[in-house]
């Protein structure tokens, strides 16, 4: 079996959502499922014919508004066979160099289709790279300034017209074969179709991984323009976007950016998203993406995992899980334990020597529980010192200040959700309260330190997803006190049951969380809903093993999920 393509699917959506990840684990659990040519002939072939829009509609936390009220971006989520296709597409993509954003443009970079991590080279990479060449061109331009910019509204605002229009040429330019040609346009109608009976956007959904391919293709254009109009001062990362130059000539620029934005009824935000610095001030942060911390967390990490790979038993599994509870560590643990005994077969032994050729015997052996405990600990101790220093440190009236410090912010807490005592979340989350910015992450921490989800819920089904994986490292029960069950609330609570949180609230119609507490699911499984009957019907008429399948990795190349900092990644660029 090559399991490059389900890899790819399952850690590129497994950052995403639970959901699609789980409908792919039920729809790989069916070994026929895993070969080449099911992937690249059957899966594509269905998800082209398909004339139903497979997609649920999900609602993730957008904003807290000066009211306390939440609101909420739709975000639409692929069926199985739907996610897979997409994958088989974009990794066909990848092999083109004009699906490839151009080099001042950071965002959904295309990563080697033998890549297993996903589709997209991580974000964090873009990121630093950005920062590197703003740098380069400050120190050039140090009597100039720096204007951020970013689009309302991007995805949601992309007209169906433009994007059947902008695939049609960049699949007609790379040649593409008629079956990838068909199968874009099919995703592409079947989100005009979505659009329309939602009354959600114009024709792009926002959630399958194809919309960043026809996001970067539609803008590719603009960007070559603004790129030779500016004579390489132009950088963009999604819908944030850097000019760098003289005032007079970046204000200009602006204009001739807007002015080209129109003819696809895109529009720049103005406000508190639109501002200069002057580039000499630019360049003291400079480094902000360089740290040594980020460097002790991934150490963390890839210990964690080699420990669970080199040591695939239950009883192992139970010691690690039981030092990190006794220092309040709530890292989430999956069981390499299946996977680790199958890719050590005959078949798969060449893979895994090449895979794990770098992890000498010596330095797997120091990766102990109490290593890993220790490891932690003092990865907490300096994630505070950082957080207190800076907050110390930070200027309020600054714009430009407060812009740099917030992802700092982001980084370090939401490492400290995982890592702190519940004592010290709760005095973070104080805080940091003052931050609009970081609402998502202080709620969290929040729910986290008092095991009460009841405003998790009201957020959305990423904010229940990045506090249920947490919450889950404690046998501990959650409480909540909703009055009003609407349809967020429903949807939060299918994910809670996904995850294997007990809890007890009146009968549902929501057929999601019927689905997720394997209720009617013979039902389920003739539903008019394409989702929910695809996902019922992979699943199978037995008690419910969402859970168990969470904490089973797929393949020893599975990423360790971390679904808070995924869902904070998620929730600052979606």
């Not at 936390?61 to 975000?75: M, N």
């Not at 088989?88 to 699906?99: A, D, M, P, R, W």
């Not at 099919?186 to 114009?202: P, Q």
Request: aromatic content about 10%; some cysteine; hydrophobic content about 35%.
């Amino acid at each position: 079996m090559d399991s490059t393509i389900a890899l790819k699917a399952l850690n590129q959506y497994r950052k995403r959502d639970v959901l699609p990840y789980l409908g792919l684990r039920y729809y790989l659990d069916n070994k026929s499922a895993r070969s080449q040519r099911w992937f690249e002939e059957v899966a594509t072939k269905l998800a082209t014919d398909n004339i139903n829009s497979p997609y649920i509609r999900t609602f993730h936390f957008k904003e807290r508004e000066p009211s306390g009220e939440y609101t909420h971006r739709d975000v639409y989520l692929p069926s199985p066979n739907e996610a897979l296709a997409e994958i088989v597409l974009i990794t066909e993509l990848s092999k083109h160099t004009n699906f490839q954003p151009k080099p001042y443009v950071y965002s959904y970079r295309l990563s080697d289709h033998n890549d297993t991590s996903g589709v997209f080279i991580p974000y964090f990479n873009g990121l630093k790279d950005r920062q590197r060449d703003i740098a380069e061109a400050c120190r050039v331009k140090t009597d100039g300034v720096v204007l951020y910019t970013d689009i309302k509204r991007f995805y949601p605002s992309i007209n169906s017209h433009d994007a059947q229009s902008v695939w049609s040429r960049a699949a007609a330019h790379a040649g593409l074969r008629r079956e990838h040609v068909e199968l874009g346009e099919a995703f592409l109608r079947k989100h005009h179709d979505k659009c329309l009976k939602d009354g959600s956007g114009k024709g792009l959904l926002t959630g399958p991984v194809f919309s960043h391919i026809i996001a970067n293709l539609l803008l590719d254009e603009v960007d070559s323009f603004m790129h030779d109009l500016t004579e390489g001062h132009y950088w963009r990362y999604v819908d944030d976007i850097v000019l760098v130059g003289a005032e007079a000539d970046v204000d200009q620029w602006r204009e001739s950016l807007q002015q080209k934005l129109n003819k696809y009824e895109l529009l720049l935000h103005d406000g508190a998203k639109d501002f200069k610095v002057d580039s000499e001030a630019w360049l003291d942060g400079e480094k902000d993406f360089e740290t040594d911390i980020s460097n002790q967390w991934i150490s963390l990490i890839a210990d964690t995992k080699r420990y669970l790979i080199k040591n695939p038993s239950e009883h192992a599994f139970q010691v690690l899980q039981q030092h990190f509870r006794q220092k309040d560590i709530r890292i989430p643990l999956i069981d390499y334990s299946i996977a680790a005994k199958e890719v050590t077969t005959l078949l798969s032994f060449s893979r895994w020597l090449k895979r794990y050729r770098t992890w000498s015997y010596k330095n797997i052996k120091r990766i102990t529980p109490e290593h890993l405990a220790i490891l932690a600990y003092n990865t907490r101790t300096e994630l505070m010192n950082q957080i207190d220093k800076l907050l110390h440190m930070h200027n309020r009236s600054d714009v430009y200040a407060n812009k740099r410090l917030i992802p700092k912010l982001r980084f370090i807490a939401g490492r400290l959700v995982l890592l702190a005592s519940r004592v010290e979340l709760s005095e973070v989350s104080d805080r940091l309260r003052t931050f609009p910015e970081l609402s998502f992450l202080c709620t969290i921490m929040d729910c986290v330190a008092s095991r009460d989800v009841s405003e998790v819920l009201k957020m959305g089904a990423n904010a229940t997803q990045a506090a249920c994986q947490v919450l889950n490292s404690s046998p501990e029960p959650v409480s909540f006190n909703i009055e009003h069950y609407d349809e967020i609330v429903e949807l939060s609570l299918a994910v809670l049951a996904l995850n294997g949180i007990d809890f007890e609230v009146p009968n549902t119609s929501s057929k999601l969380r019927q689905f997720a507490l394997g209720q009617e699911l013979s039902g389920l499984m003739t539903d008019d809903d394409t989702f929910i009957k695809e996902i019922s019907c992979l699943h199978g008429n037995t008690a419910p093993r969402h859970e168990s399948m969470l904490k089973q990795a797929f393949d020893v190349d599975e990423d360790l999920a971390l679904d808070v900092i995924n869902q904070l990644q998620n929730s600052s660029h979606c």
